[in-house]
């Protein structure tokens, strides 16, 4: 197919991986003076996959030169990537680029997608993208457009280790965060394809809120800070990219939001008028997994037959920056 308004994409396959330390609440209260209760009903989180930090035995932790090992952000990315390849009965070799959705890169330099691509046999190009927890949805904005601009399959991919930013002394946040990764086979189809509106955004004038510098102790956010602009910002791109989309608000199958606290996913679905029966929430057992969180969330509602063919998805993330992005996504390959 040639480029232009006649293609557009669909998704064609997905999966996921998960580390296997699983560190519960209970291990939480080992590290700072907090409770399960307290966990829970601030945040929704019960446990959380870890692939590094205090709670990873040493032969287990992420390798020097990562991507050759367990526990990198690569590791992650190539096993939720090579299932989604497996799904879409496709290989590496069928693929024209990969874009990762990370924050949490397993080096300064090169980028992750380069062990990433090489474990998978990539036959085309390959970049990181970092726009935080908004980054999954940037990237199927990006990769839907470059396959309608004429790359006939691209593999997306939210991967993180954020446990190598987490500072496990500051129990304001250390509880809140998870390692895994989510990936999607974009196809081109005949026709508009299936992203029917969308918003990005950024405020950059707000990195203070929530950053974590080279050398640093770790993660620094400002919880209430940015809670309260989460929602406004989840709820208005919602409601900009439905608009876009020109689809109301009832007809939307599923919600998908960033996995950051359930008390904002339930938030963000009141203020849009959304039932919270119709929110994919995987956050329980996860906790946030910034670039990974959406893809998680959508790959388990897709695994649970929670998903048809022609039924409408709305993406909705913020994070860090910050960042913001939402999509309209018909699911299915019409
Ligand atoms: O994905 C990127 C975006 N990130 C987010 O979206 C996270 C947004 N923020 C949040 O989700 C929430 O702010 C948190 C879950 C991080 C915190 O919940 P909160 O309801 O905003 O709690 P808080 O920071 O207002 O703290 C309430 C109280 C404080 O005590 P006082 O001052 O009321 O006596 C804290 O000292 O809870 C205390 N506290 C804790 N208590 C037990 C803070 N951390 C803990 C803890 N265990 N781990």
């Not at 590094?52 to 939720?80: K, N, R, Y």
Request: proline share 5%; hydrophobic share 45%; aromatic share 6%.
């Amino acid at each position: 197919m040639s480029p232009g308004p006649g293609r557009g994409a669909a998704i064609t396959g997905w999966g996921s991986a998960l580390p296997p330390r699983v560190v519960t609440n209970q291990d939480v209260t080992t590290l700072f003076d907090t409770s399960d209760e307290w966990i829970v009903e601030r945040s929704g989180i019960h446990r959380r996959h870890h692939a590094s930090g205090p709670f990873v035995a040493e032969a287990d932790q992420p390798p020097a030169h990562p991507g050759d090992g367990v526990g990198s952000t690569a590791t992650l990315a190539i096993e939720a990537g090579r299932e989604a390849l497996a799904q879409a009965g496709v290989t590496g070799a069928d693929v024209g680029l990969l874009v990762l959705c990370t924050t949490s890169p397993d080096q300064a330099v090169p980028a992750t997608s380069s062990a990433v691509s090489a474990a998978l046999g990539i036959a085309g190009g390959a970049m990181d993208l970092n726009a935080a927890c908004a980054g999954f949805t940037y990237g199927l904005v990006t990769a839907a457009s470059l396959v309608a601009s004429g790359i006939d399959r691209v593999l997306l991919v939210g991967a993180e280790t954020l446990t190598r930013v987490t500072n496990f002394a500051d129990r304001s946040n250390a509880f809140l965060f998870g390692d895994g990764a989510g990936a999607v086979v974009l196809e081109a189809v005949p026709g508009p394809g299936c992203l029917l509106g969308w918003d990005l955004g950024v405020d950059g004038t707000l990195v203070a809120l929530l950053y974590a510098d080279h050398g640093g102790p770790g993660m620094a956010m400002r919880g209430q800070e940015v809670f309260r602009r989460a929602v406004r910002v989840t709820v208005d791109s919602a409601e900009l990219s439905l608009q876009r989309a020109k689809v109301g608000v009832d007809e939307v199958a599923l919600f998908v939001p960033h996995q950051a606290n359930s008390r904002i996913m339930d938030a963000v679905a009141d203020r849009l008028g959304l039932p919270r029966e119709r929110i994919a929430s995987v956050i329980h057992e996860t906790g946030n997994t910034s670039s990974a969180s959406i893809p998680l969330a959508l790959v388990d509602a897709a695994r649970a037959g929670r998903l048809a063919d022609g039924d409408l998805v709305l993406l909705a993330g913020f994070g860090a920056g910050m960042t913001w992005a939402s999509a309209v996504w018909r699911w299915g390959t019409q």
